[in-house]
Every structure is written in structure tokens, then in C-alpha cells.
């Protein structure tokens, strides 16, 4: 991955920056081995933070454009219903407090 400059920054390069995570990490959980959707999406999250940022500081503001950051999109994250305990199980955890 190479260096980009802050005035560099646009979609495609964010687009390129998630293509290289998709090939380069994998996840920490056992047994899943590509990196998450929901990671993805708090990358994209945290450069949109950053780029903001940057339009309202006095120092920064001059290389980045409310264009840019509005051309960087959120990526689909996929949905993943959680189990939840039965109610034997709630309340066999119950009874095994007591």
C-alpha cells in the first residue's frame, strides 16, 4: 500500500484502500477468515470522521472538499441475527445462581 497525500484522498482512493484490506487482513475471530463487512463500514466511518476534521480545521481545510467526503459511500453491511438463549436456558442459568 502506498502513501497517499490528504489532497489525494477521493472515493476511488478509499475504494482502493478497502480493496487492499479485503485482500490483505483477515479476522481475528477462530475460524472466519476474511475481514468483516461491519469492520469495512468503521474504516469508511473513521475516514469520513477524519476528513471532516480536516474541512473545519483552519490548517487542513485547504486540501480537502465537502465534494470529496461526499463522494465517499458507505459500503453494505450484512445483517447477522444473533441466537438468543431459549427459556430453558435462561432458566437453567437462573437456578444456577441460587
Same mark, same amino acid.
Given at each position: 500500500?502506498?502513501?497517499?497525500? *490528504?489532497?489525494?484522498?477521493?472515493? /476511488?482512493?478509499?475504494?482502493?484502500?478497502?480493496?487492499?484490506?479485503?485482500?490483505?487482513?483477515?479476522?481475528?475471530?477462530?475460524?472466519?477468515?476474511?475481514?468483516?463487512?461491519?469492520?469495512?463500514?468503521?474504516?469508511? /466511518?473513521?475516514?469520513?470522521?477524519?476528513?471532516?476534521?480536516?474541512?473545519?480545521?483552519?490548517?487542513?481545510?485547504?486540501?480537502?472538499? *465537502?465534494?470529496?467526503?461526499?463522494?465517499?459511500?458507505?459500503?453494505?453491511?450484512?445483517?447477522?441475527?444473533?441466537?438468543?438463549?431459549?427459556?430453558?436456558?435462561?432458566?437453567?442459568?437462573? *437456578?444456577?445462581?441460587?
Amino acid at each position: 500500500m502506498q502513501r497517499v497525500q *490528504l489532497q489525494q484522498v477521493n472515493h /476511488r482512493k478509499v475504494q482502493e484502500f478497502l480493496d487492499w484490506l479485503k485482500a490483505n487482513h483477515t479476522s481475528h475471530k477462530t475460524g472466519v477468515n476474511e475481514i468483516s463487512s461491519r469492520t469495512i463500514s468503521n474504516y469508511v /466511518r473513521k475516514i469520513h470522521s477524519f476528513l471532516d476534521w480536516c474541512l473545519e480545521d483552519e490548517e487542513y481545510s485547504q486540501f480537502v472538499k *465537502l465534494q470529496t467526503i461526499k463522494g465517499i459511500k458507505m459500503p453494505h453491511v450484512e445483517q447477522f441475527v444473533k441466537e438468543v438463549f431459549t427459556d430453558e436456558e435462561i432458566e437453567s442459568l437462573l *437456578l444456577s445462581i441460587l
